[in-house]
């Protein structure tokens, strides 16, 4: 009788040490896929992220962009002339897409701002140009930092007459490069409208 229970606890004993091996040897399988998961779940947030970057910065060249137009200085429309590459170019109407953006270096730039904003006593309106970067870079900048990285700065006070630009600085080559530049129109330090144009040397036209 001794014998048969005997018999039986070893039994009991040696089940319960095969159960308790098995949920070891399982226990590691399960955290697997909770670490395929992670991992994935992270490389798409990454594609999205990298998305993102490589869409903020999409823009088209003559295109007048309004950041804010809640100001006092409302700008419907520009027209922007070339004193040296003229012809079909300039002479345009005051537009907000298909304005004129490109232009030689060591040229004159004319502009022309459609708007009925006119202070003389006033310098709360410029006009910044830089070499162009993402806007999001913008944000991120202060204003005397953005003028005094800028290749001109002009203040605007109001258009005298319809058919004499406002100002007409020079893109000399000795100050400027090839390529893509924003103009930004600010008021009161802050940016209300952008439109990005495009410098070329006169060999490459």
């Known amino acids: 009788m001794k014998k048969t229970v005997i018999i039986l606890l070893c039994l009991v004993l040696v089940s319960s040490f095969a159960s308790c091996g098995k949920k070891a040897e399982t226990a590691p399988v399960t955290s697997e896929p909770e670490n395929i998961v992670s991992e994935l779940a992270s490389e798409t947030v990454t594609e999205q992220i990298s998305q993102q970057t490589a869409t903020e910065d999409n823009y088209t060249l ?10 006092e200085f409302v ?39 459609d708007t009925d ?15 162009h970067r993402a806007f999001t870079e913008y944000e991120k900048t202060s204003f005397e930092d953005i003028t005094e990285n800028a290749a001109f700065v002009e203040t605007f006070y109001g258009m005298e007459e319809p058919d004499y630009a406002c100002f007409d600085p020079y893109v000399f080559s000795e100050d400027f490069t090839e390529g893509d530049y924003d103009i930004l129109f600010t008021f009161k330090g802050e940016i209300a409208y952008y439109i990005v144009i495009n410098l070329t040397p006169e060999t490459n036209q």
Do not use: H, M, Q
């Open 75 to 113: 700008l419907k429309g520009l027209r922007l002339d070339g004193n040296r590459s003229a012809g079909e170019n300039n002479g345009k109407d005051f537009a907000t897409e298909g304005i004129r953006s490109g232009f030689w270096l060591d040229e004159r730039i004319s502009f022309y701002l």
């Open 117 to 131: 904003y006119s202070d003389a006593d006033s310098e709360d309106v410029k006009v910044i140009c830089l070499p």
């Open 62 to 71: 003559g295109t007048l962009v309004t950041v804010n137009g809640d100001t």
